[in-house]
């Protein structure tokens, strides 16, 4: 609280009269408010100073509320919608919601159609360091948000870094999933568990064979121990889901036949967060639904109003525990229709 701006001593009580405080009175309660909201000392410790009961004090401080003596203003960095944030978590039954305001296209930002504004991967990375504590294994899937995030992280307790799946073009690898985990890893000072794979490969036999590769597989081993995963969502349309772009057309006709609406680690959802389109992830290097299920805390980084939808429809598979998006999306999810049960909470499964 700023001591210069939020105690005023006065009469008054904001836009309406009141009964008017003596001098001693006004004086008193101000001093008290001092020493409650600005010193942080007890109501027993003022009580003991002023020498009248903590009762007294607790009625003084009421009344200096009441009466506009005391502003207490709540402020959070201009960047964060802590009303949205709130209403998102209570709507959806997630353990933490942070949304963000979207880019102004005034301003010569993003336009708030464009999936994914990259501050939302600095906010994520600044969640990370919260949410990961000493000795956890932190798992990080494709997916440009979460290489942003990477980017941006300047603090992690000592923790094991693992690769959640293999990555959007195997030419690209040092400069996406594979760098977020060296970085991840570097900032924490715990070591990395890189994948070297694309993430869609040919058929299942050869998924297969490159799964039992040392190397992967060691990568594998540890999604059964991840306590903290970070994952992206893209919606069913060029440019804004990997999978998609990676597909034939005729393949992407197939899966849109069945209702797809969103993706995440390579797996699909309709949009109840119902999982379709299983057959895909038998040709995907990737951490598979029911471990992702497993993971204590699965935080999402997916914004824009392109995506918005895709997000619902993940947020109702009940994978995802928290979620890290943008106004734009923030406004249509909280406006869609009741996601009923609180999927991220009971971790419930749509398909059960």
Excluded at 22 to 48: C, D, H, N, T, W
Excluded at 108 to 136: F, H, I, K, M, W
Excluded at 183 to 190: D, K, L, Y
Aim: hydrophobic fraction near 40%.
């Amino acid at each position: 609280m700023n001591s210069s701006e939020e105690i005023a001593v006065s009469g008054m009580s904001a836009g309406r009269p009141a009964l008017r405080m003596g001098p001693a009175e006004l004086v008193q309660a101000a001093a008290m408010a001092r020493r409650f909201y600005l010193e942080g000392k007890s109501k027993i410790q003022i009580a003991e100073e002023f020498g009248v009961s903590r009762f007294k004090v607790a009625r003084v401080l009421e009344t200096a509320l009441e009466r506009d003596l005391v502003r207490i203003e709540i402020r959070v960095p201009a960047e964060l919608d802590a009303e949205r944030s709130d209403a998102l978590r209570a709507r959806y039954g997630l353990r933490h919601a942070v949304v963000v305001e979207s880019p102004s296209s005034e301003a010569g930002g993003e336009d708030e159609s464009s999936p994914d504004p990259e501050n939302l991967g600095e906010v994520a990375a600044d969640l990370l360091g919260e949410l990961v504590a000493e000795g956890d294994v932190l798992g990080l899937a494709w997916g440009r948000s979460t290489i942003h995030m990477a980017a941006a992280l300047d603090r992690l307790p000592p923790c094991t870094v693992v690769q959640l799946t293999g990555v959007y073009d195997a030419g690209t690898a040092e400069r996406g999933s594979v760098e977020a985990v060296r970085r991840a890893a570097q900032v924490s000072g715990g070591e990395a568990h890189p994948i070297y794979a694309p993430m869609l490969l040919p058929d299942p036999a050869t998924a297969a064979a490159l799964r039992n590769q040392t190397g992967i597989a060691r990568a594998f081993e540890y999604f059964d121990k991840v306590t903290v995963a970070c994952v992206s969502i893209g919606s069913w349309e060029p440019g804004i889901s990997t999978v998609h772009d990676m597909l034939t057309d005729e393949e992407r006709a197939h899966y849109a036949s069945l209702g797809v609406a969103a993706e995440m680690s390579a797996h699909l959802f309709d949009s109840e967060g119902r999982r379709v389109g299983r057959d895909l992830g038998e040709r995907c290097i990737t951490v598979e639904a029911d471990r992702l299920r497993r993971i204590p805390e699965v935080v999402a980084i997916a914004g824009g109003q392109r995506k918005a939808a895709a997000i619902g429809a993940v947020l109702r598979s009940g994978l995802v525990t928290s979620l890290v998006t943008d106004t734009a999306a923030a406004d249509f999810l909280l406006t869609e229709s009741a996601p009923g049960p609180r999927p991220a909470l009971e971790r419930s499964d749509p398909d059960d």
